[in-house]
């Protein structure tokens, strides 16, 4: 499995940037992984942001609730990340995950790096 993120760039604080991550193999269009978006900001871990849980909802980290939106379209085999009202907080490489575990959608929260088998290189989002 190969991931491939794109979208990232550099933004004015308030603005928006929408991330996509393709994938070589069905990863998208499956339930058997879960799937997530990481970042790590400047000097710091990796930490998870955002994540499409079993039941199809979402999972989002606190710092972002209520300006990202995390999506997936089966048919293109893609993910995507909605992000709004960025801040400089919001710095950082971002990077596009999958478990070949589906439980790992069922932890709370669901983005342990541990449990994610497969990354993308990461695309960095800058907010000035």
């Known amino acids: 499995v190969q991931l491939v993120e794109s979208g990232g760039g550099s933004v004015q604080a308030g603005g928006s940037l929408r991330l996509s991550c393709e994938a070589s193999?069905?990863?998208?269009?499956?339930?058997?992984?879960?799937i997530a978006w990481f970042r790590q900001g400047p000097g710091k871990e990796r930490e998870g942001v955002a994540a499409?849980?079993?039941?199809?909802?979402?999972a989002y980290a606190d710092s972002v609730q209520g300006r990202f939106i995390i999506s997936k379209d089966s048919e293109r085999n893609a993910l995507y990340l909605q992000m709004n009202n960025l801040a400089p907080e919001d710095t950082g490489v971002y990077y596009c995950?999958?478990?070949?575990?589906?439980?790992?959608?069922?932890?709370?929260?669901?983005?342990?790096?541990?449990?994610?088998?497969?990354w993308g290189e990461g695309t960095q989002v800058t907010v000035s």
């Open positions: 995950a999958a478990s070949r575990y589906a439980w790992v959608c069922a932890l709370s929260p669901p983005w342990r790096v541990d449990d994610y088998q497969y």
């Open positions: 193999g069905k990863v998208f269009s499956s339930n058997s992984y879960c």
């Open positions: 499409i849980t079993n039941d199809a909802g979402a």
